[in-house]
């Protein structure tokens, strides 16, 4: 496809070559010349590859969006770039398919031109993110308006951001998997405070790449803020999360390939000893060769996975989707751990990206869904698929 | 596939329903049975799948063989009642690709039909495998004969065949990988001799599937009897493998598909307790959900393979075949013990195919080229596209 | 210790030499032989080392046995020549504490001296071994006869056993652990009857190495053939499985220890090409260092958890007995599949005995409780030392 | 042994109560902090634990010293509060032996007193760790001085430090192994500069836990500040990195503690449902019970080592030393790894120290010699003493 090649000449003439800057300086002291690429993206006729053309996107197929993703999953600022940015993305595709007309002029449309950030308020201090049912912020209705009370924590991009989708509990005595409605919040709404950018792993946190602690205490925005049918909360989340997975798996994907090169680069040219690279050792080889083949593997999954999505849907791809989600997010931490090992010392420093991969991917076993949950979820429907049965107990 | 449903319904109604004999009864017991069963096969038109039609075979393009041969490989007695055992394939390949007439009528065609196996002396004893152009087996010239002198093992079914593909040297003083020819060797040929069937995993050997120490004194055929040039046993060697390689991992799919189900199977059955089958504990659920992910991968690679080596031959995909050949095999052995020990003691009977496939294919990771080979060779090609020359030491 | 270096000496000179025989010939045409062998080891004073003096053995302190039957570990043929092989070391030693005079008479005594075998009937096919509590057989009071019927299989030894110790329901109305008692049954007793002896890992079994399927129908003994007070079998049992276990444990470093040296040996030795053994190989070099290492680990903790039973009992010590149970069964495969791949064709004959070992031992991480089972009841423990407890499910 | 009590009573009581400020507010806030806890511990007789009592310290045995250490690593400030931080501990060490008295007074002193801090110049970035022997810093004698030029990197704790013991080549024409020699420079020499502070894991760094770059151009000390015989630079390093390498294990073996008691602790109360803590699900319990037994072996194993360095010195026990130093970094990994996974998004946090070790421990396998070189010379030892002999090319 010419947009996998012009994505590409994009992300390694314009973007990569800025890394450096961004893990010396930081995020926000490249927002200016970020905000330039964005334009320059535009005028590429880059902008946006996921979204419907009528929403000022590419309206990529997932597949055809997969073979971008991974192009830009080889940079640390490409996805923001081109407006691909978790959390973002899903308030999006949430918004198109769920938003009113007046949601959609007020909060999409800005967002899909890059005017604006977003978040997700969904996961609680209190409460295993694993289990998503189980929710304290509430949300009741005072006449034409919801009030809503509540304690989030790693809402992403939260730093920044104009509005937030708020999950709370709208009916506490609906059954389980019915209590939770979506509510869109802006910032500014008195009550709404960020608590702190929670630091991870070394990162304060600040504007978009940023996590927050969120307290909402009695937050009041108009009953016509709620997002989609009340009650339909957690139905939304899963629809957002289910192709949100393959995205992170399609930029995993992207970080191994330039993981990959990165490690065989070093390999091909550092030397031991005069005239003996240490890509003439048995050891780096084998982890060469081990890379290459689970890369390879877990691309034809992933691409695999996009094509059922596309064919029948995410629901009706679930099983393939938690295993790319478990499966490629091993394959990424086996490369970012061996390519780094060859890289020795210099794989510690922030003088390669590879740091910033080893620290900030190792969520990529977490967020979303973790490892245990996908896997426990797939083998229940395969185990089902064969007759079992168990006492409930 | 129509082939694929119909080779299926075979192996799966007519086959494995043979296996416990086969377990407790061993495999020379079977062949009368067998035979019928290569009737059976011949009638229903699933006989030889990868032979051209030409040679009394289906002609199927290596992709299509290979789905039949994943499904093949879900039962222990396929491949050898459709007339697609090794080594016998491999030496159909070779005598197609570069017998001569005589050498096709007397030995490929009774070889197509069923009615003779055949050998393939290459490893010896005293040299490592994973350096194929070390041997010691020499043959020379004398007249319009070739006399061989030689000591092989491993010589897969040499056990009732009727002849013997050597590799031999004829040209000592060539250059390393032009110093040995191929010599067709008919078993009953004087000084021809099987010392022992070697033990294996317990097995003593007979007939078809055993592997042989043989030795060669003073062996005298017609000079008519070398297959391809002289000086080209090598070449021919390395074009029987290439393919040989993917063969073996369709079969291997199939074997883990096998596998999985006997796992899955036993796990939503066996109780632990009353009402509480195996497969409600977690860590059950975690190795159906890594297995079934690994196949689907390990599939889909194998089936990428099949496509490259269709559209650029062997050699260009020579990278592909060797990743598969070390991935699937590790596929298969984790997949393999996680079914074992699923069953439990049952496991490590010969009550089911595991523990059969346990003993029998550790071979996986040793035959047609240990994974240590594999992987250095598909990293040092990686390593010198990116620039890497070493010093000669 | 002296006994540890004259026993060492045995096994190197006396029983490694006949091994060839044994995986050629099998076990029951070696007997005779090595019934000499024992006679010798009587005369050398080595006889059943775990045995207290009193019944012939040379009471010696677990953590002394510990480093004898390291060194027994190392030959397959050592442990049944000194006398100190499953299962009869563990019914001598539940004779022993629990027997009465007569019971010892007519039991232990010849079973001390090597004279006798015995055996010992607990896992049902029905039921997962796992769950020790859950069990078929039954056996009823009338007058002073004990009438058992049931169904057991994996009896190891069973076939030429003069007497098996049966563990069935006299109970079933009683708590879940105190339903059970252990019954001793000649095996002449009419009812009493090998169905089979199970094929495992390929090999049919007889005499001692044998794992025999059991139907006992209507079959009457002596009330007085109670082993230990009715009730106690559950209890019992465990007594005879915690020592088992670290025997196992310690048998696995002797065969560890042996893979080790053939490994190391085999790389020190085999040339891939002239001059250049395989132990030139880094990836051969990576796996003799992580096995001195993993070996090491292993040993030690088999050591220090031999003390801690001497000081502390075997229900003391229990969370070790557990962590070296699954942990060394994890080392001894690991290193039993790399001894295998550095051996590379070789590995998979019976002309080593890794072979032997890489089959039978699969079963390490089964028998005497799969390693999920040990590593779930040390964590369980562990997290309610930390305070949890759960909602009962 | 009362001093582990008493040491580990300040390390839970004192210093682990100031993490959290440690991991908000960074390093160099703390200083004034700390240096009161450097003086209660002074107080409390705990400074200096390794050290001669002659210099200050309380002169323990390695052994004893493990249990020590392995206390100090339960918390992030310990080892810098007692004075037992690298590179300061080499260097104290390296004076001790080798230093002349009027090097003692002015570095050693104030350095086992806590007045100065010092650090070690050997890695360079244009050579490869793993050959120590390469190396481009030379030192060259003009009349009583010594005239240094070159290039370092990776220099810990440069930032603040009072002096540097730099290696530099001395001999260019000896033996490889006698060309270097160690040299005391002082920070404030004009043309020593240090060049950055090296970001490492997204860490800038500054003061004690910095890693500097270090230009030194025409640097002039006097040739009395060679530390030791001239040539001996690269013995004196080998003699200071043994030792150092069995340090670093027994704080990772603290480190395992510290984590695997934040995993328990977490999983028995961090509820997925109400009444239903994470610790019930098997997969928290399989890495509960693996990390116990893993930690169990590897302290065994530091343990073991510590003894034998005390009877047989640090060379006669070099194979132990390097199996530790890459087993149990392998298990310090593991561990992390669980830990972080069973807190979920908390454990990428910096709310608990996990995250901090997760990034800066993945060097454990990189520095003082990578996994792979100390593989290689264990497994070179063995075989060579098994009599590999290779040709030489």
Redesign the interface.
């Known amino acids: 496809m010419d947009v996998v090649a012009r994505t590409r000449a994009f992300v390694d003439d314009e973007l990569i070559p800025l890394e450096p800057d961004l893990?010396?300086k930081g995020w926000v002291a490249m927002l200016p010349t970020l905000r330039g690429k964005r334009d320059e993206a535009k005028k590429r006729g880059l902008w946006a590859p996921f979204l419907p053309q009528e929403h000022g996107g590419l309206g990529l197929t997932l597949l055809e969006y997969a073979h971008v993703s991974e192009v830009l999953g080889r940079g640390l600022l490409a996805h923001w770039v081109l407006n691909c940015q978790a959390p973002d993305v899903g308030n999006m595709e949430l918004l198109i398919a769920h938003g009113t007309d007046a949601q959609k002029k007020q909060f999409l449309e800005p967002l899909t031109r890059g005017e604006i950030r977003s978040c997700f308020g969904m996961?609680e201090?209190e409460?295993?993110?694993?289990?998503p049912v189980?929710m304290s912020t509430r949300a009741r209705r005072e006449g034409d308006q919801l009030v809503i009370d509540g304690h989030k924590?790693?809402t992403t991009g939260a730093d920044g951001a104009s509005f937030c989708i708020v999950m709370a509990v709208t009916d506490p005595e609906a059954p389980l998997h019915g209590r939770a409605s979506q509510i869109i919040v802006p910032t500014d709404t008195p009550g709404f405070r960020i608590v702190r950018n929670?630091?991870?792993?070394?990162?304060p946190g600040a504007d978009h790449p940023s996590h927050s602690e969120i307290r909402l205490e009695n937050v009041r925005v108009p009953a016509t803020n709620m997002l989609g049918p009340q009650g339909a909360g957690f139905a939304l989340a899963q629809e957002r999360l289910g192709p949100g997975r393959i995205h992170h798996c399609m930029r995993w994907i992207g970080i191994c390939e330039r993981a990959f090169e990165l490690m065989?680069?070093r390999?091909?040219?550092?030397?031991?000893?005069?005239?003996?690279?240490?890509?003439?050792?048995?050891?780096?080889?084998?982890w060469?060769?081990?890379s290459?083949?689970?890369i390879?593997?877990?691309r034809?999954?992933v691409i695999?996975c996009a094509e059922r999505i596309d064919r029948v849907g995410a629901h009706g791809a679930r099983?393939?989707v938690?295993?790319?989600k478990?499966?490629v997010a091993s394959v990424l931490q086996q490369v970012l751990d061996r390519a780094?090992?060859v890289h020795?010392?210099?794989?510690?420093?922030?003088?390669t990206p590879l740091?910033?991969w080893?620290?900030h991917e190792?969520?990529a076993?977490?967020?979303d869904g973790?490892?245990?949950v996908?896997?426990?979820s797939?083998?229940?429907r395969?185990?089902q698929a064969?007759?079992?049965?168990?006492?409930k107990?």
Chains 1, 2, 3, 4 share one sequence.
Do not use: C
């Open positions: 893990l010396s996961t201090p409460h295993a993110g694993s289990n189980w924590w790693f929670i630091s991870v792993m070394g990162e065989v680069t390999a091909a040219t550092r030397e031991l000893s005069p005239g003996k690279p240490l890509g003439t050792q048995q050891q780096i080889q084998l060469i060769a081990e290459r083949a689970e390879h593997a877990a034809l999954m695999d099983d393939y938690s295993m790319i478990f499966h780094i090992q020795g010392a210099l794989g510690m420093t922030d003088d740091a910033y080893y620290r190792r969520a076993r977490i967020y973790p490892d245990e996908h896997k426990a797939v083998a229940k395969i185990l064969h007759g079992m049965t168990a006492r107990d």
